[in-house]
């Protein structure tokens, strides 16, 4: 279950229902199913955006669903230190926890419905860990690491933190109060989320009961991307079947609609989704790796910085414990 609910989803600010009679319910381009992968050190993750183009995609790059895994004692895992540069990350702890460091000296914790916000921009050398207690008694971990692009005037800015608590994190509820949208960054309806970005997007966490319907205003300028993270339902007024791993990605209009089904398990009745838009950056994107630029140039050049350590050094040996702000 995700971390972050309500006792009582009556006191919840509803979002109104759109009027269908002079809005367009966006259509559904495309759905597909992302394939499961490892990462880091092997954790398992599935690449949520494999097998969609960018320009459906933009300004958003890449995004990987960490888990849903139940470690036994001894199997948690990380990621070891590594480099990033023009873009940002967002990691959205569902359930469980990670610790992270860099090469500024930052480290902290982020658990149980937490968002770290990371701006590489010009360059930063990150590390993700679960703790050491995680890893001795095992436990639930589930997440989302989302990259977003950053425009060419933006991408050698200075690097920077969001940490943003759960508590944070604005809530939100349909019209007949049938789901619980969570809003990390952006805007859905008149609910804003606590997350600042370069580039206008919105970032939310929807759980839908299952049976109940969502309409939700969206901005056109904006594109529209809904990732199921568990259960099965429908999405667009053609009400296209769609399930846990699949991403379904809109065409044009004034709001987006989807719905849960039945349950599918006893642990997993509702339809729980990611929905994501923002606007276009529209300009040429190379990536490789860690490194997310414009040009291939730029790309061979953030490698020889990187090697030559101006991206920064790493400040401990890797394996070695991390400690937050607060020890």
Known sequence: MPAITVPDITVVPRIPAVDRTSQVARPVKSITTSPRGFEGEGFPVRRA???????????????????EVEYAPGEAKGTPWHPHRGFET???MIDGIMDHGDSLGS???ITDGDTQWMTAGSGILHIEAPPEHLVVSGGLFHGLQLWVNLPAADKMAQPRYQDLVSADTALATTSDGGALIRVVAGQVGHIHGPGATYTPITFSHTTVSA???VELPWRQDFNALVYVLSGRGTVGADKRPIEAGQLAVFGPGDFIEFAAGRPVDGRTPDLDVVVLGGRPIKEPV???GPFVMNTKAELITAFEDYQAGR??????????ELRTTED
């Open 49 to 67: 955006f494999a097998g969609v183009g960018l320009q459906d995609l933009d300004p958003f790059v890449h995004m990987d669903q960490m888990g």
């Open 107 to 109: 480290k902290g914790s």
């Open 286 to 288: 190379a990536m490789y």
């Open 211 to 213: 049976g109940a319907s």
């Open 311 to 320: 991206l920064g050094q790493v400040p401990a040996v890797h394996g070695a």
């Open 90 to 92: 967002v990691t959205y």
